[in-house]
């Protein structure tokens, strides 16, 4: 009866530690508590701040030549006597690209309109470039004409899906898409909705309007650049 007694007692303890084993590794897979919150996006380059790694960053990007090819600059080069002026936060700012990840692994830079050649308008329009780092090297994925509105979460270790505002004056309305993350980039999803009042009035698509209109956006903002 003891032996019984005995074998029972450590099957039961090795049942125990394979459970608890088991039980650690999920928590380890599936984080406590997860909450994935959407962002509204408004930048106020006027009360920007910069930290040690988004100066680092935009210097990389200046070794790299990246800012004498932006389309539509103001300037053909940096300006020597305008550099420090030229880039600071007053122009650029950064946001993770990943949710569980860095900046340094890849971040979302949206540049001031007022640096491109089309501030004339009443409307200066931002631009945002996209980059991931592969191989140790800053890869350019993504570039759009607009600005960010909202960053809707997808999961944990998902880029969340951007929501971009595109003026067109072709058509005077301001059309809001949606772009997800799909191998590797952002591509269009569907419009949203538009505003026919410089966007002070959003109409908001149900889904059978997405699915309608979005085609037809979609040439619209091949055919004026907003995604480039």
Same mark, same amino acid.
């Given at each position: 009866?003891?032996?019984?007694?005995?074998?029972?007692?450590?099957? !039961?303890?090795?049942?125990? @530690?394979?459970?608890?084993?088991?039980?650690?590794?999920? #928590?380890?897979? $599936?984080?406590? %508590?997860?909450?994935?919150?959407?962002?509204?996006?408004?930048?106020?380059?006027?009360?920007?701040?910069? %930290?040690?790694?988004?100066?680092?960053?935009?210097?990389?990007?200046?070794?790299?030549?990246?800012?004498?090819?932006? /389309?539509?600059?103001?300037?053909?080069?940096?300006?020597?006597?305008?550099?420090?002026?030229?880039?600071?936060?007053?122009?650029? %700012?950064?946001? /993770?690209?990943? /949710?569980?990840? $860095?900046?340094?692994?890849?971040?979302?830079?949206?540049?001031?309109? #007022? +640096?491109? $050649?089309?501030?004339?308008?009443?409307?200066?329009?931002?631009?945002?470039?996209?980059?991931?780092?592969?191989?140790?090297? +800053?890869?350019?994925?993504?570039?759009?004409?607009?600005?960010?509105? #909202?960053?809707?979460?997808?999961?944990?270790?998902? /880029? !969340?899906? +951007?929501?971009? #505002?595109?003026? &067109?004056?072709?058509?005077?309305?301001?059309?809001? @898409?949606?772009?997800?993350?799909?191998?590797?980039?952002?591509?269009?999803?569907? @419009?949203?909705?538009? &505003?026919?009042?410089?966007?002070?009035?959003?109409?908001?698509?149900?889904?059978?309007? @997405?699915?309608?209109? &979005?085609?037809?956006?979609?040439?619209?903002?091949?055919?004026?650049? *907003?995604? *480039?």
């Amino acid at each position: 009866m003891k032996k019984v007694l005995l074998l029972f007692v450590l099957i !039961s303890f090795i049942y125990a @530690c394979g459970d608890a084993e088991n039980k650690t590794q999920s #928590e380890q897979q $599936t984080p406590k %508590n997860e909450v994935l919150r959407d962002k509204i996006i408004n930048i106020d380059f006027h009360h920007n701040k910069f %930290n040690s790694i988004e100066k680092k960053l935009l210097g990389e990007l200046d070794s790299l030549q990246f800012l004498n090819s932006m /389309p539509q600059r103001i300037f053909v080069e940096v300006p020597e006597d305008q550099r420090d002026k030229l880039l600071s936060e007053k122009y650029f %700012n950064f946001m /993770p690209l990943y /949710p569980n990840k $860095t900046l340094n692994d890849g971040f979302i830079m949206t540049v001031s309109g #007022e +640096l491109f $050649t089309d501030r004339k308008f009443a409307t200066m329009t931002n631009r945002s470039f996209i980059f991931e780092r592969l191989n140790n090297t +800053l890869v350019l994925v993504n570039s759009f004409k607009g600005f960010i509105k #909202e960053l809707k979460a997808v999961n944990s270790i998902t /880029p !969340s899906d +951007l929501v971009l #505002e595109f003026n &067109s004056e072709k058509e005077n309305a301001y059309f809001y @898409c949606l772009y997800s993350w799909n191998s590797g980039k952002f591509e269009f999803n569907k @419009c949203l909705g538009f &505003s026919d009042d410089k966007g002070n009035t959003q109409i908001k698509y149900n889904e059978e309007d @997405c699915q309608k209109f &979005s085609p037809e956006i979609k040439e619209i903002v091949q055919k004026e650049s *907003f995604a *480039f």
